[in-house]
């Protein structure tokens, strides 16, 4: 009954803005930023300083060892980011923000829902970020990859616990 309970106040939250969002994008990206960090510096550890080399003021590294790199950069952002939005349905930043990722049925959202999500939410940004202004015209304050992934960002009330 409390779940349900739960799920029918958090379908009544108003959806987050796009500031709001943004705010807690740029403090998830710090985090990010920081496990690509240890990703890199891991990495440079294993292979050794000298898969790199200066030709003509140019770096010039080992294409198989960068694309391994793009590899887990893409693993672990999606990883951070799936397993804080289908467990608690917050990262750190939104947290912070006060924002929450709830499906549309006020639950949280499912891995598929998550996967979706996240390889749309990319484009969304990268191109001029019409993803994400598309909120700001939208009827119901969604974005794009809130349309395709049958999700929304709402603002939770003080009162809210995180943990």
């Known amino acids: 009954m409390a779940n349900t ?50 030709v003509d003021g140019v770096v010039q590294t080992n294409p198989l060892i960068d694309n391994i790199l793009f590899l887990l950069m893409l693993i672990s952002s999606s990883g951070f980011y799936i397993w804080f ?22 639950g949280l959202i499912s891995v598929r829902q998550g996967i979706i999500r996240f390889l749309a939410a990319w484009p969304s940004f990268f191109m001029f970020g019409l993803g994400y202004f598309w909120l700001t015209i939208d009827a119901n304050g969604d974005a794009f990859h809130d349309k395709l992934s049958n999700s929304k960002v709402i603002v939770v009330p003080k009162s809210h616990q995180p943990f």
């Open 85 to 106: 939005w289908t467990r608690s349905g917050q990262t750190l930043g939104m947290i912070a923000w006060r924002i929450k990722l709830v499906a549309n049925d006020g």
């Open 5 to 54: 309970d739960s799920r029918h106040i958090l379908q009544q939250q108003p959806r987050a803005g796009l500031l709001r969002r943004l705010a807690a994008l740029l403090y998830d990206g710090f985090l990010v930023a920081a496990i690509w960090m240890l990703i890199g510096y891991s990495m440079q550890f294993i292979v050794g300083p000298d898969t790199n080399q200066l």
